[in-house]
């Protein structure tokens, strides 16, 4: 028997078997083939690595992760700061308690986020087509949210001439975008609603990376264009819900703005990402007078630990801020409030967790007199909105924007192709003349905001992110040791921060006395040079102590396709105000740290090495802290700023330090070094390509080189290093 909890409503008599999101993923994966099928690939071979890597991450089913140490000590800090809020909460005993809540709750969200952008100019909407049917009407249309950001929406509205009360309809990750919601649409425009449903940035006809030679996404689908977009919006210290959210004001401007809406009975829905921000929504903006969020509102005491939601689905440092979902509630007060979840959500989104928001919601809602305002349903099936979900979406918009007058069962409708609801001429917005994508928006906010910082402000900002160590000697395991001709090898594991403990290897040269010292960390191989174990070996052969090392990382993390780096612990530890670019380059120093102890070690002779992405942790490293006398970094991205030249940036989540970007690059860190020496070889942009930059860079004569002096140019370099 399947169950449904509700709260302020009775439930809906049918029953859905189906799982109605698995039935869109299933399409949305058959689209995208049927689009690549009429494609040459054979052309494309790099194109169609990266996508076919995107797509296969995208089919596989969300499954329970096993939990490991860094997401354990974590959720620790995560815990403790939800202990402290839901103090907080519980010394709120009336309505003036809460009011004084909620006017610190808005301004740290908004804080949090960087605030909303402050254009209000025209929205300059036209329409640009219509569908007729015997009930209703969709129109096509689009508006600028900000000057060049085109959003594309369809308008559902009853035929009969009048003011009718509208619903926002926010769209989850399916690809199609705004398609999505049309079931519900034309119900509600059957039942005397106006509806708008728009496309979320990253979807439908707003696809960020879109290539026409490809006529696909080349991130692969929405998942990994926002993964991107957040990144960027993080380096100018924003959260990219931040445009999310100004999309759906501005969508709720253009409802409000049309004359056969009634601008006073205006409610939200949505599901999954849409039931994000439709919780957002709900929260910040006045003019929603019902909230429906599905698969989303749920506690980060059920949710932090996990890798449900997607980048813009959360706020920067949300949690040490003193927050938690329950505030988006609490902050619109009595506002009517039905939150949705399922029974078997795969995406972590748990009734248990959406139940921990509804019980605290109440409670706060009782200071106002409005308990029953505040609903709560649990629907069959996994994650997305069964028949008894959307039934209860037109019972509650019935019940609070047309006075109780009408029928909520839903009726069959015609539907529409995702071609046929098209708005724009060739599908995509970024033809349209004069149109902006998002990157440049941020790009542009990027160069109006930027300020140089002084040396001085730049070290306080690295004390204040904690890099630098009190220098004292790690604890230590030893778990094997094995004879080399050289020397010895010991696999060790040592303690960075309490909890956090790392495994490494320690090469350790015969010859007596204090020998020099070089810590190479783990980075990714590239063909044709040396790997990062073959250079700790070559340099032990020389007579050095090498410990090679790779800082904390979240091992049991799936991660969203090849250009994603550890983004779902880079955002855990921005969520609870940690930062992980920055706890690595701790972890670079804790192991200089354990060099530096060692009896057989020359502290006034210690050296680094880094490929790839960590080399911007060992450059934030070396920076703070002088013992670390050369380094060498090896295709490691030359410039924060160069992230904003294309809409796609691999690995920049591990880079990623909220602002750090308007006031420094990565070469002031280099500045800061001083007279010690930095090799800094086959520069990258941040789609990992080498770029001729100056002078001050070293380049590899070929790439891949397959002849038997492949290697030749590593050993000059390994050379060089050692000097």
């Not at 995560?78 to 009336?94: D, V, W």
């Not at 000057?147 to 929406?153: F, I, K, N």
């Not at 707003?206 to 977009?229: C, F, K, N």
Request: net charge negative; aromatic share 8%; hydrophobic share 40%.
């Amino acid at each position: 028997m399947l169950s449904i909890r509700v709260g302020g409503i009775k439930p809906p008599l049918q029953r859905l078997t189906g799982c109605w999101v698995s039935a869109l993923e299933t399409r949305r994966m058959s689209d995208s083939m049927n689009r690549f099928a009429k494609i040459n690939l054979n052309k494309y071979p790099a194109v169609l690595l990266v996508l076919a890597v995107f797509l296969c991450v995208a089919s596989l089913p969300a499954q329970e992760k096993p939990r490991d140490t860094l997401v354990d000590w974590m959720d620790q800090i995560a815990q403790q700061q939800l202990r402290q809020r839901a103090k907080a909460i519980s010394e709120i005993h009336s309505t003036a308690d809460a009011e004084r809540r909620k006017q610190w709750v808005r301004k740290q969200m908004l804080d949090d986020m960087g605030g909303l952008p402050g254009y209000r100019g025209p929205l300059k909407a036209r329409i640009t087509g219509r569908l007729h049917n015997n009930f209703f009407t969709i129109e096509k249309v689009i508006y600028e949210s900000l000057p060049g950001l085109y959003v594309t929406a369809n308008v559902y509205r009853p035929n009969q001439p009048g003011r009718y009360p509208a619903v926002l309809l926010q769209s989850g990750h399916t690809q199609e975008g705004k398609p999505e919601d049309q079931r519900m649409a034309t119900n509600l425009a059957m039942k005397g609603f106006v509806v708008l449903c728009f496309d979320p940035i990253g979807q439908g006809e707003r696809e960020q990376t879109y290539s026409p030679q490809m006529d696909a996404p080349l991130a692969g689908w929405s998942v990994p264009e926002h993964i991107q977009m957040g990144a960027q919006a993080q380096l100018i210290g924003e959260g990219l819900a931040r445009y999310f959210i100004f999309d759906a004001m501005r969508s709720l401007d253009y409802l409000s703005s049309r004359p056969d809406v009634d601008a006073s009975r205006i409610g939200a829905a949505g599901c999954s990402g849409g039931g994000a921000l439709t919780t957002f929504l709900g929260g910040l903006d006045p003019r929603v007078k019902v909230v429906i969020p599905a698969c989303y509102p749920s506690s980060f005491q059920t949710l932090f630990a996990t890798s449900g939601p997607d980048v813009e689905m959360l706020l920067p440092r949300f949690l040490e801020s003193g927050l938690d979902t329950a505030d988006f509630v609490e902050l619109s007060a009595p506002t009517p409030w039905l939150l949705q979840s399922t029974e078997h959500d795969e995406y972590h989104f748990s009734y248990e967790g959406v139940r921990q928001v509804y019980d605290e919601a109440r409670n706060w809602y009782a200071l106002y007199g409005a308990q029953d305002k505040v609903g709560f349903m649990v629907g069959p099936g996994s994650h997305g909105m069964p028949l008894e979900a959307r039934e209860a979406v037109y019972q509650w918009m019935i019940r609070y924007l047309r006075n109780r007058q009408g029928d909520f069962h839903e009726q069959p409708v015609e539907m529409y192709t995702s071609h046929q609801l098209q708005v724009t001429a060739s599908g995509n917005v970024e033809d349209e003349s004069g149109s902006r994508k998002l990157f440049q928006v941020l790009r542009a906010e990027f160069d109006a905001r930027k300020k140089p910082g002084t040396v001085p402000e730049l070290l306080a900002k690295l004390r204040q992110l904690g890099i630098p160590t009190d220098r004292s000697a790690p604890k230590l395991d030893v778990l094997d040791r094995s004879s080399e001709a050289e020397g010895e090898k010991e696999h060790i594991k040592f303690e960075s921060s309490p909890g956090i403990w790392l495994d490494a290897t320690l090469h350790i040269p015969s010859s007596p006395g204090k020998n020099p010292a070089v810590l190479v960390l783990e980075g990714g191989d590239v063909f044709g040079v040396m790997s990062t174990p073959g250079i700790a070996e070559h340099i032990a052969k020389s007579g050095r102590v090498v410990l090679e090392m790779e800082p904390r990382r979240s091992q049991l993390q799936v991660h969203e396709g090849p250009f994603a780096g550890d983004y779902v612990t880079d955002v855990q530890a921005n969520l609870i105000g940690l930062n992980l670019p920055a706890m690595r380059a701790h972890d670079i120093l804790r192991g200089v740290d354990l060099l530096a102890a060692r009896p057989d070690v020359d502290v006034n002779s210690i050296r680094a090495a880094a490929r790839g992405v960590s080399g911007v942790w060992l450059l934030l490293a070396a920076a703070v802290d002088p013992r670390i006398d050369k380094i060498w970094i090896d295709r490691t991205p030359y410039s924060l700023r160069s992230a904003f030249d294309n809409t796609m940036a691999a690995d920049l989540w591990d880079a990623v330090i909220p602002g750090f970007a308007l006031h420094w690059d990565l070469n002031d860190l280099v500045k800061v070094m001083g007279k010690r020496q930095v090799m800094w070889t086959d520069p990258t942009n941040w789609l990992r390509k080498v770029v001729d930059v100056g002078p001050a860079y070293q380049y590899r004569y070929v790439l891949g080189d397959t002849t038997d002096l492949a290697q030749a140019q590593d050993d000059a370099y390994i050379q060089e290093l050692l000097k």
